[in-house]
């Protein structure tokens, strides 16, 4: 089993800036990439951002040029910085991980998810 840990969400002006952190631990034989979604009230679940092991990125159309995601491959963990906040991107956002097992099956993790409210 793999466990994800989100942190670094709270309540910021809008304009503002926040860092969120994901970190995976257990089981993991080979991480593919890790990614951060979010759920606004009311609404589906959207992609964020994504990023590879090997350093590819991929961005939504509504967050590029403000949002930021970075892994540090050693510790298993993803970050994303978020800039020049708007109030629309008010969510729950949760990061996932793509792990490979020895055997060669993939399976995608979730985390719990963290609280970003962006409110004057």
């Known amino acids: 089993q793999v466990q994800l840990v989100e942190s670094g969400g709270g309540l910021v002006q809008p304009g503002g800036s926040l860092r969120l952190s994901c970190a995976a631990s257990g089981s993991i034989f080979r991480l593919n990439a890790m990614g951060w979604y979010r759920q606004a009230p009311g609404k589906q679940r959207e992609f964020v951002a994504s990023?590879?092991?090997?350093?590819?990125?991929n961005y939504a159309d509504s967050v590029k040029g403000r949002f930021t995601i970075s892994a540090d491959n050693a510790k298993n963990t993803v970050y994303l910085q978020m800039n020049s906040l708007k109030p629309e991107d008010t969510a729950v956002y949760s990061c996932n991980a793509v792990v490979m097992s020895e055997r060669g099956e993939v399976f995608v993790y979730w985390g719990q998810g963290t609280q970003v409210t962006v409110s004057s």
């Open positions: 990023a590879t092991v090997g350093g590819s990125t």
